[in-house]
T-cell receptor
Framework: AQKVTQAQTEISVVEKEDVTLDCVYE???????LFWYKQPPSGELVFLIR??????QNEISGRYSWNFQKSTSSFNFTITASQVVDSAVYFC?????????????FGKGTTLSVSS | DAMVIQNPRYQVTQFGKPVTLSCSQT?????MYWYQQKSSQAPKLLFH???????NEADTPDNFQSRRPNTSFCFLDIRSPGLGDAAMYLC????????????FGQGTRLTVV
């Protein structure tokens, strides 16, 4: 069975602090995909990044970086020099490659609050 | 330009009164999903379509139905809404390739009074 665990329910930081959001996943498949989405107060889920199970390269995009480690089944997300606009709920998600149309399974989300 | 559009953004319905939420997409994606998201919880998959093939999650109540008349449109019908059905309903689409993300609409927030 597939499962995504985001152990941190809420994180509060002050602007310019770095923050890491943890994600641990479980799957029996050897081929799978991992995602991070941001959900601001407006409600729409905004795609941030995807990673397939064969690509363990870490990625940096501006202030965002992602660390994928298959050995620990983790796909952690770091925001450097956080800003108030980063305040949102962040979801990690997993999709197995069993068949076309397989849905994304989400973790429970981490609410990030960045204060000025 | 919005690619997945949900209408309405906010919907208030009476207890037991049927309600329909709509979703349209301009991406021509084969797959469309409906998720239910209650306050401070993860989105929960209700069902999805792969083209016209309908896939219902095992724990989706019978009270929830869906229609997909064509590629662009998908509807969520709640036959007899209860207070527990108050939630944000998210529609999403996805292309055929597995290495693709899902695109979400802005959601419809349903209130049951």
């Amino acid at each position: 069975a597939q499962k995504v665990t985001q152990a941190q329910t809420e994180i509060s930081v002050v602007e310019k602090e770095d923050v890491t959001l943890d994600c641990v996943y479980e799957t029996r498949d050897t081929t799978y995909y991992l995602f991070w989405y941001k959900q601001p107060p407006s409600g729409e889920l905004v795609f941030l990044i995807r990673r397939n199970s064969f690509d363990e390269q870490n990625e940096i995009s501006g202030r965002y970086s992602w660390n994928f480690q298959k050995s620990t089944s983790s796909f952690n997300f770091t925001i450097t020099a956080s800003q108030v606009v980063d305040s949102a709920v962040y979801f990690c998600a997993l999709s197995e490659a069993q068949q076309a149309g397989t849905a994304l399974i989400f973790g429970k989300g981490t609410t990030l609050s960045v204060s000025s | 330009d919005a690619m997945v559009i949900q209408n309405p953004r906010y919907q208030v319905t009476q207890f037991g009164k049927p309600v329909t939420l709509s979703c349209s997409q301009t991406l021509n994606h084969n797959v469309m999903y409906w998720y239910q998201q209650k306050s401070s919880q993860a989105p929960k998959l209700l069902f999805h379509y792969y083209d016209k093939d309908f896939n219902n999650e095992a724990d989706t109540p019978d009270n929830f139905q869906s229609r997909r008349p064509n590629t662009s449109f998908c509807f969520l019908d709640i036959r007899s809404p209860g207070l527990g059905d108050a939630a944000m309903y998210l529609c999403a689409t996805r292309g055929l390739g597995m290495n693709t993300e899902a695109f979400f609409g802005q959601g419809t927030r349903l209130t049951v009074v």
